[in-house]
């Protein structure tokens, strides 16, 4: 089935929890579904430590050093981007229980060499929510509608795009320019048969009779609401619930795009780093699923939505980067887990044809303190690293930097690329606002008519992504 046939079924037969805009009055049925460009917001959630993988650094000189680090002993400039090089035992990789999962250097050679680093990035932020926020949004402040929300409504104004937001990230605040489809992945099966205890169960979990009694009081109570319903968006709310309710045909349609066949991992195993091959190719169950295609896997649903043309914009959260405790440990097991996921999605976009038609927004809540606390953690730390690619977005590059103590250097107001003093006043921080003025531009969002609605704070604009 094509995409302007899966958006008229779905417009026909109720997918309007999934699909927000079906029977919209903002949807128009005699467009066809969205063709690109895309728009992805990778975070990775509790504060990762840059240092261990695009901003590198050494433990600093003296007794009582600015920064300490007990993983890294040799930094390496891949493309103008500090990335560890070695540590106490070789070279240098992300690790999960000493294998070695990823290694920063190769992303970078590799898939991820068309990507801009922004480093130095001032968050003026240590609070998670605070951070998850400015990071969605560009305000620490005020709580605008998400980046990705706000390329969904661009997207979806005047045109069919059924999910046109899917929200997966921890922060998705739309201001009610599109709506969410807050996607189940692997849990469609279940929505077109919610009676079964399991998506393959024979028999379902109550008697005909009593699923019938269900649906009988359904509609009785859905016919009370609308009989008190008089506000025209409750009215249509209403609608889309009676018919999300009917659409066990339309679910399956969403399912088929969800439940596709994922490539092997003999499609990637060549694109993977040496050294980590063994580990992202294998399995953690004899005869299961290569870890690679695991990390990938709510990704490739994402992808997929994307591909078929019902989705324009999404979210991605993944956790365990809070590393209060046994950082050197937990740190880069997280991070390796998230960079290997970053790689899925570059290569498996290539393999889709999306490649050139996909923007990726890689951010954290803040960075960690250059110093271990007394549980050999780190803290929360306002300074951190944002990474970029898409189409016009020249990558290759780190733009920014932060100094020994991984304190935010300035950048010239006239020329990014050059870095000055944090005492320099012809420069300026980079801070979240600047990122999403320039997606803004780049996106084509400050062109949109509800901007106005959602103004970032005021400051003067960086150049950051031409």
């Given at each position: 089935?094509?995409?302007r046939?899966?958006?008229?079924?779905?417009?026909?037969?109720?997918?309007?929890?999934?699909?927000?805009?079906a029977?919209?009055?903002q949807?128009?049925?005699?467009?066809?579904?969205?063709?690109?460009?895309?728009?992805?917001?990778?975070?990775a959630?509790?504060?990762?430590?840059?240092?261990?993988?695009?901003?590198?650094?050494?433990?600093?000189?003296g007794?009582?050093?600015?920064?300490?680090?007990?993983?890294?002993?040799?930094?390496?400039?891949?493309?103008?981007i500090?990335?560890?090089?070695?540590?106490?035992?070789?070279?240098?990789y992300?690790?999960s229980?000493r294998l070695?999962?990823?290694?920063?250097a190769?992303?970078f050679?590799?898939?991820g060499?068309?990507?801009?680093?922004?480093?130095?990035?001032?968050?003026?932020?240590?609070?998670?929510?605070?951070?998850?926020?400015?990071?969605?949004?560009?305000?620490?402040d005020?709580?605008?509608?998400?980046?990705?929300?706000l390329?969904?409504g661009?997207?979806?104004?005047?045109?069919?795009?059924p999910?046109a937001?899917?929200?997966?990230?921890q922060?998705?605040?739309?201001?009610?320019?599109?709506?969410?489809?807050?996607?189940?992945?692997?849990?469609?099966?279940?929505?077109?048969?919610?009676?079964?205890?399991?998506?393959n169960?024979e028999?379902?979990?109550?008697?005909?009779?009593?699923?019938?009694?269900?649906?009988?009081l359904?509609?009785?109570?859905y016919?009370a609401?609308?009989?008190?319903?008089?506000?025209?968006?409750?009215?249509?709310?209403?609608k889309?619930?009676?018919?999300?309710?009917?659409?066990?045909?339309?679910?399956?349609?969403?399912?088929?795009?969800?439940?596709?066949?994922?490539?092997?991992?003999?499609?990637?195993?060549?694109?993977?780093s040496?050294d980590?091959?063994?580990?992202l190719?294998?399995?953690?169950?004899?005869?299961?699923?290569?870890?690679?295609l695991?990390?990938?896997?709510?990704?490739?649903t994402?992808?997929?939505?994307?591909?078929?043309?019902?989705?324009?914009?999404?979210?991605?959260?993944?956790?365990?980067?809070?590393?209060?405790g046994?950082h050197?440990?937990?740190?880069?097991?997280?991070?390796g887990?998230?960079?290997a996921?970053?790689?899925?999605?570059?290569?498996?976009?290539?393999?889709?044809?999306?490649?050139?038609?996909?923007?990726?927004?890689?951010?954290?809540d803040?960075?960690?303190?250059?110093?271990?606390?007394?549980?050999?953690?780190?803290?929360?730390?306002?300074v951190?690293?944002?990474?970029?690619?898409?189409?016009?977005?020249?990558?290759g590059?780190?733009?920014?930097?932060?100094d020994?103590?991984h304190?935010?250097?300035?950048?010239?107001?006239?020329?990014?690329?050059?870095?000055?003093?944090?005492?320099?006043?012809?420069?300026?921080?980079?801070q979240?606002?600047?990122?999403?003025?320039?997606?803004?531009?780049?996106?084509?969002?400050?062109?949109?008519?509800f901007?106005?609605?959602?103004q970032?704070?005021p400051?003067?604009?960086?150049?950051?992504?031409?």
């Amino acid at each position: 089935m094509d995409r302007r046939d899966f958006v008229k079924f779905g417009g026909l037969t109720g997918l309007s929890l999934l699909l927000p805009w079906a029977g919209s009055s903002q949807a128009r049925a005699d467009q066809t579904t969205w063709g690109g460009p895309y728009f992805l917001h990778m975070h990775a959630g509790g504060g990762w430590d840059p240092t261990l993988f695009c901003d590198a650094k050494l433990t600093a000189s003296g007794p009582t050093p600015v920064y300490e680090n007990k993983l890294v002993v040799a930094v390496s400039q891949v493309n103008g981007i500090p990335v560890p090089a070695a540590s106490a035992e070789g070279k240098f990789y992300l690790r999960s229980n000493r294998l070695p999962v990823e290694d920063p250097a190769h992303f970078f050679q590799t898939a991820g060499r068309d990507m801009l680093v922004l480093n130095g990035v001032d968050t003026q932020t240590n609070n998670h929510e605070t951070g998850v926020q400015c990071l969605a949004c560009g305000h620490n402040d005020i709580e605008l509608p998400a980046l990705a929300a706000l390329f969904a409504g661009l997207a979806a104004k005047g045109r069919d795009v059924p999910m046109a937001f899917l929200a997966g990230g921890q922060y998705n605040r739309t201001g009610d320019v599109v709506g969410v489809s807050r996607f189940p992945g692997d849990k469609v099966a279940l929505l077109a048969d919610p009676y079964k205890a399991a998506a393959n169960d024979e028999k379902g979990v109550l008697s005909d009779v009593a699923t019938q009694r269900i649906l009988q009081l359904r509609g009785e109570r859905y016919a009370a609401l609308e009989s008190q319903a008089t506000l025209p968006r409750t009215k249509r709310t209403l609608k889309a619930l009676r018919e999300a309710t009917r659409g066990g045909a339309a679910v399956n349609l969403l399912k088929q795009v969800a439940s596709g066949v994922a490539p092997g991992i003999e499609t990637f195993v060549n694109d993977l780093s040496p050294d980590t091959r063994a580990y992202l190719a294998g399995s953690n169950n004899s005869g299961g699923r290569a870890r690679f295609l695991e990390l990938g896997a709510p990704l490739e649903t994402i992808l997929r939505c994307f591909q078929a043309g019902v989705s324009a914009s999404a979210t991605f959260d993944q956790g365990g980067f809070d590393t209060h405790g046994g950082h050197d440990e937990n740190q880069p097991a997280a991070m390796g887990a998230f960079v290997a996921r970053l790689r899925y999605v570059l290569l498996r976009a290539a393999q889709m044809g999306l490649r050139d038609k996909l923007y990726v927004l890689v951010t954290s809540d803040f960075g960690r303190t250059p110093r271990y606390n007394s549980g050999n953690g780190k803290d929360h730390w306002n300074v951190t690293s944002t990474l970029v690619a898409g189409p016009g977005i020249r990558g290759g590059r780190a733009i920014g930097k932060s100094d020994e103590g991984h304190k935010a250097m300035r950048v010239s107001k006239a020329d990014p690329s050059i870095v000055v003093a944090d005492s320099d006043s012809s420069g300026q921080r980079i801070q979240a606002s600047d990122i999403h003025r320039e997606l803004r531009r780049v996106l084509g969002v400050d062109k949109a008519d509800f901007i106005r609605d959602f103004q970032l704070p005021p400051g003067l604009p960086l150049r950051l992504l031409g």
